[in-house]
């Protein structure tokens, strides 16, 4: 079998750069329109400022927000001795173990 053309094979490059280029797009406004869809607009400026304020994406300063009010509800039902919802006593994050939330793996959507 032969191999194409240099000019077959450029512009089968442009097109797979361009299907890149379209996926990155998609999933970029696919992440922005789930918090969107469970946020009110006031949710959704304070997540914002709060995302500005700490330097991260929206997705990851949420995330940790709903982190570390777990841990504060944890905390509370273990000081009042009541199990959170019935299952065992195991906290839904393990104590002593750093949860890597954002390893930089999304910058790529941030270029333009």
């Known amino acids: ?29 696919e992440n922005k329109s789930f918090l969107q869809i469970i946020l009110n607009e006031e949710l959704l400026q304070l997540l914002r400022k709060h995302s500005a304020r700490c330097g991260q994406p929206m997705h990851i300063a949420a995330a940790e927000l709903l982190q570390t009010r777990l841990q504060q509800l944890e905390r509370q039902a273990a000081a009042a001795g ?27 959507f941030n270029r333009t």
């Open 1 to 29: 079998m032969a191999q194409p053309s240099s000019q077959q094979q450029k512009k089968r490059r442009q097109q797979l750069r361009d299907a890149q280029r379209r996926r990155r797009a998609r999933l970029k406004e």
């Open 82 to 108: 009541q199990p959170g919802s019935g299952e065992p006593d195991e906290p839904a994050f393990p104590a002593g173990q750093e949860l890597l939330l954002y390893d930089g793996q999304l910058d790529l």
